[in-house]
């Protein structure tokens, strides 16, 4: 019997809590964002029917979707499979989000769907790397906050 389970890798890409909004968007006070990554619509739809959006705009050909979700600030995309596709929106992400000339992503959360052994099963990465050598460590508030038991 073929399983699939959800899970959720977190991990902060940039220090601090800078903020983002588009331009178009823009307001005196920047809003800090928490980018919500998926790879297909079925894995974002549900994030995006219990968000409230302020605007979508288009960015090198990439719909994002600006607003809140459950209390929180956030951009979310679809990245389309693969790590080239997630690699390619994230950084357009950064790129057209921000406050000022500072960043504006706070941080970037991966939700989607995989193999596992049980059904809800969970994966959340203490650290990333793209070459095998070198490591990038999660913001170990974000890794705490995703290791809580939530329902």
Same mark, same amino acid.
Request: proline share 7%; net charge positive; glycine share 12%.
């Given at each position: 019997?073929?399983?699939?389970?959800?899970?959720?890798?977190?991990?902060?890409?940039?220090?601090?809590?800078?903020?983002?909004?588009?331009?178009?968007?823009?307001?005196?006070?920047?809003?800090? #964002? +928490?980018?919500?990554? /998926?790879?297909?619509? @079925?894995?974002? %739809?549900?994030? &995006?029917?219990? =968000?409230?959006? !302020?605007?979508?705009?288009?960015?090198?050909?990439?719909?994002?979707?600006?607003? #809140? +979700?459950?209390?929180? /600030?956030?951009?979310? @995309?679809?990245? %389309?499979?693969? &790590?080239?596709? =997630?690699?390619? !929106?994230?950084?357009?992400?950064?790129?057209?989000?921000?406050?000022?000339?500072? #960043?504006?992503?706070?941080?970037?959360?991966?939700?989607?769907?995989? %193999?596992?052994?049980?059904?809800?099963?969970?994966?959340?990465?203490?650290?990333?790397?793209?070459?095998?050598?070198?490591?990038?460590?999660?913001?170990?508030?974000?890794?705490?906050?995703?290791?809580?038991?939530?329902?």
């Amino acid at each position: 019997m073929r399983r699939i389970a959800p899970f959720v890798l977190a991990a902060l890409v940039a220090g601090g809590f800078p903020s983002a909004v588009p331009e178009a968007l823009a307001t005196p006070a920047c809003t800090p #964002r +928490l980018l919500v990554l /998926s790879a297909f619509p @079925a894995e974002l %739809g549900p994030l &995006l029917a219990k =968000a409230t959006l !302020t605007g979508t705009p288009v960015v090198a050909g990439k719909r994002f979707f600006v607003g #809140r +979700l459950r209390g929180n /600030s956030v951009v979310m @995309a679809l990245t %389309g499979i693969g &790590l080239v596709n =997630a690699k390619r !929106t994230t950084r357009t992400a950064f790129r057209h989000f921000h406050c000022g000339s500072g #960043r504006g992503i706070s941080g970037v959360v991966f939700s989607g769907v995989a %193999g596992g052994d049980y059904i809800g099963d969970v994966a959340v990465a203490r650290r990333w790397t793209e070459d095998g050598k070198t490591w990038v460590r999660v913001d170990p508030a974000m890794f705490a906050t995703a290791r809580w038991p939530r329902r």
